[in-house]
Structures are given as structure tokens and as C-alpha cells.
């Protein structure tokens, strides 16, 4: 049972080979190439980051800087007496005040609006309502100032930021202007930027090749009446669903610059600015899918060229382990039918060609030492032929004699010519000089064998012989090559048994082998002795001396007269349990005495 699990579990070589490969060179080369993309990836990934990083705190610092700049202005508008004078009341009539206005004031507000890019428009919401109305610059106050910018203290700036779009936004600066000694508000001052004011910042400081999505993150403030975090699209073309917004907003609480997320849209990258002046969080949010859109070519170009490497690298190792199993595979068929045959290949200098070298050469010296051996084996089958013969005859001769006194001393029967007669036979048989002889002969033998040792026996032995296909019985084979064991079944099996024993002999086929079976329902062999016999048989251990005392002699006889002329593919087989009985089936080829035949 374990020889047979073992054989199952026997690797060809081709199979083996293709293990290695993937083992050694397939797997490998995957794993090495995941590990040296994700390397990549991951460098990547952290160098856009850092980029993104640096970006972001260049944006919020140009951002603060121009605020600075923006706010500036009002501090050069609340110095110049000349507006100072005019929104006190200095000037009474309106006259007075138009001339101040286009002679002093006009080329101030041009200057700011004409040399800033960012500002769209600087107004002044006057609080006298004597002083005449300038234009666009100078006004009334109406209701579309906020009630933040109306509420603030002396010092206090309030930035307003106002969304047309869902995309545009616009800033605005609130800062009230005061007279000479601070003493009186005498105007609001709105600086108004464009809506291209955050964008054209974006734009400066873009990472090149990659989109940028920024938004805007307001704290929620009671005083504006937002009791909620709002997240706003300045310029970005990335669509954020309600929980992806939330999410945002958990990480905007967090109060780090750079950040991780998990979104409907895959892993997001988010960098931050605060900018404390608009109680707002400047942000960046890019999926890190979109930062390889470009490398994607480069990747796919060089997986192509792994597996390409990878296919012709496959073709040439499987060309090369079909070459060598082929060459493997014909000369084990060759060994296989011709054992004894040189074989023959082209000529090469490679391993195989050195075992074929090294095989012919073995087949040489095995033809030498056949010649000699032959001569030898067929001297000692010739005198263990003689020996078997020599103590065949005086065992039988005095059996049946034996045989004869006993019937006669007991009464005048037929049986007793019978027996004579049959006993004549055998001495007759026995004494040919014919070293074969047909089948028919030796199952003649047999019948006059036994019937000698029925009138001995009596009712104790009883006998079927059996021919299925009359043809079997002109099969050549030796003399004396049933009669042993026949002999063992009654002496050692039938014998040994109480009451009644059969013995039944069989001649049949089976394919191309004839086949002799004997049979009897005897003693029986031990499990042990029958493992021997076995053992012996197949030629692994010699019979001891114990052995060839109970019939072993015979059977080993019988089995290498066999195999000497019908070849080794032929011989005895044997069945036996103990008590049941043993079966012995000799084999022979139906057709030629052949040296070699199929393996049974």
C-alpha cells in the first residue's frame, strides 16, 4: 500500500521541470516585480506629496503676503488728509467738494485699482450724508453691507468672502476710516478683488501635470449666521459626494498639514493651509490614482516587456526541456524493449550523449559476460535436472512397490493391476530419455501418478483433471515439470488433513500464456514459509536448509527449469492459506518456447 502511494506521488521530470520554472524563475520575477512597482509607487506617492506639501505653504504664504498688501491700502486712504477732510464735512458746498474729489482723490483711486491685478473695485460707504456722492467710489451706505463690517471697532478688519458659483468666489475687505484724531467713523472702506483672485494664485503655484482640486473649509460662525462646516469648490473639476465631505471635515479638525482618506473616490491626498484672517482651511484634495495617469504608459510598456522577457525566456526553456526529456524518454524505450540492443544517436558531446556512451558500453561488457555465464547456468540446470530426476525415481519406485504390498497382503483385488499397470507407465515414462515432451504426456503421467497413490490412499484422495482447449496439450514443455508439485500437494498438503482431500489439476488459457493450475484444499503454508517460497522465487534470498526438506527443492526445480526454457517472464506462482489450502499455476507462452515475453 505504501509502494503504491509512493508511486502516486512519483514527479516526472517534465513536471518537475515546470515546477522549477515557475518556482526559480516565474514567481520570482512577479514578486520582484510588484515589490520594485510598489517601490516606485510609494517614492512617488511621497515625493508628489512632499511637492504638494511645499505648494500649499508657498500658496498660503503668497495668500497672507497679498492680504497684507490689500489691507495696506486702507492705511494709505485713512493717512490722506485730503479724503479725511472730505468725508469730515471740511468742504460745504458741493462744488468744493467735486473739485477735491477730481483733483485729489480720482488719480488715488485709479492708481490702487490700475497697479493692483487682484482688485476689482475700492468703494467708500460715507457716513455724512452732506458730503455729495462721488461716482462709484464714494457712496451711501445701503443694506448689502454684512452687520459684521457695520459692528467693527477701531483697528478691526473683517475679510468677506462671497460665492456667485459654486467656482467663484470673491473677497472682500471691510475696514471703517476715521478722522484726524480717531475720534468720529466718518466712512467704510469695501476693497473689492476679483473673482480671478484665489484662481490666478492657484495657478501660479500648480504642480505641473497633475490637477489640482482646490476647496475651502469655513468654521462654522454664529456672527454670520453659518452654524455649520461648509466645504466649497474654488477650482477643482473633482465632484465630492456628502461623505466624502464629511470625511474632509473630521480631517480638517485634525489640524494637519497632510493627510490620508479613504473616499468613494479611492484614497485621497489632502493638504491644508489655515488662513486665521477668513476663519477658513485652504484646501488641496487629489486622488492618488489621478497622480500616475501619466505613468501608466511607462507601466504597461514595461509589463509588456516583462512578459515578453518572460515569454521568450518560457519558449526557450520548454524547447529545451522537451529536447532532453525526448531524448531521455527514447532511449529509456529503448532499453525498455531491447535490453540487450546498442543504441543509437547522433552524435554530441553533451550529458546524454555520455550516458548513451556509458549504456553501449555496459551492453558490451554485459555480452561478454553472457557468453561466459551461459555455458555455466546451462551445466547447473542440467545437473539439478539430473539431481530431481535421480531422487524422483527411487522415491516413486518404492512408494508404488510399497503400494503394491500393502494391496496384496490385504486381498486379490483388480485394483492391484490396476495399480501395477499405472506403475509401469510411470517407470516407463520415467526412464525416457526424451528431455521434452508435450503437455499430453505429462498430464498422462500424472493420471497414472495418481492412481498409484489412490489405491493408497483410498478415499482419502480424490482428483479432477481438468483440460479446457484441447489445443494446450501439444505445448512442448519438460519432463517431470508438474509431477513435483503434485506430489507436494498430496505429501504436504493433503496428507496433513483429516478426512477426505481434492486435488484438482487445471489446464487452461488466458491471452496469450497457458496456464496449469494445481490445486489442493490441504494443510495449507504458513504465512511465514509461503513469504520465503515467495522470496525465493523472485531470486532475493536463498532456500535455507530447513526448506528443501518440505518440498521446497521441488518447486525451486520446477520454477528455474521454467524460466531456462520458456524465459523469465514464465514460471510459478503460488496461493496458499493455512488450513484452506495451496494453489500452484505454472505459466507458459501458448505459441514457441520464448526466450522473452510480456511482464505478468
Known sequence: MNRLKLRKL?????????????????????????????????????????????????????LTMNMNQIEMIHDIFQTNKVLSGLLSGKYKTESEQVNVYLKELVPLFSFYKSNSFYIDQIRIYKSDPNVRNMGTSIVDSDGSIPSRATGLKVGEGYWLQEMSTPSALQMIYYKKLYNEDFSRAIGLMEIRLKYTFLSSMFHSSDVKGTPLHYYMAEDSNPRKGITHTEIVALSAKLPLSSPDKIRIYSAVQKSKSLQYMDSELGLLMMNSFYVPRLSSTILTVTPTSELFQKTQNSVQFYLLMISALLLILSCAYFFTVSTVVQRIVKLGKHMRG???????????????AFLVSSYNKMIDRNDELMSKVDISQLRQKEAAYLALQ?????HFIYNGLEAIRMAAEESDSPDVAKMIYALGQSIRYSLSKSQYVVLRDELSHIRSYLQIYKVRMEERLQYEIEVEDESLLRIACPRFIIQPLVENAIVHGISKKRGTGTLRIRLYSEGPLALVRIQDDGAGITPERLEMLRQKLDGIVSMPEPEQEQGGIGVMNVHERMISHFGPAYGLTIASEPGEGTTITLSMPKEGNAVEAPHR
Not at 515546477?19 to 511621497?46: D, E, R
Not at 531491447?338 to 546524454?352: H, M, P, R, T, V
Not at 535421480?390 to 527411487?394: R, S, T, V, W
Open 390 to 394: 535421480a531422487q524422483i525415481n527411487p
Open 10 to 62: 512519483r514527479i516526472g521530470i517534465v513536471k518537475k521541470m515546470i515546477i522549477g520554472y515557475v518556482v526559480i524563475i516565474l514567481l520570482p520575477t512577479i514578486c520582484i516585480g510588484l515589490l520594485y512597482y510598489k517601490q516606485i509607487h510609494n517614492n512617488a506617492l511621497k515625493d508628489f506629496a512632499n511637492n504638494r506639501e511645499y505648494f500649499i505653504q508657498q500658496f498660503g504664504s503668497s
Open 338 to 352: 531491447n535490453l540487450l540492443a546498442k543504441y543509437k544517436e547522433e552524435q554530441d558531446s553533451d550529458e546524454i
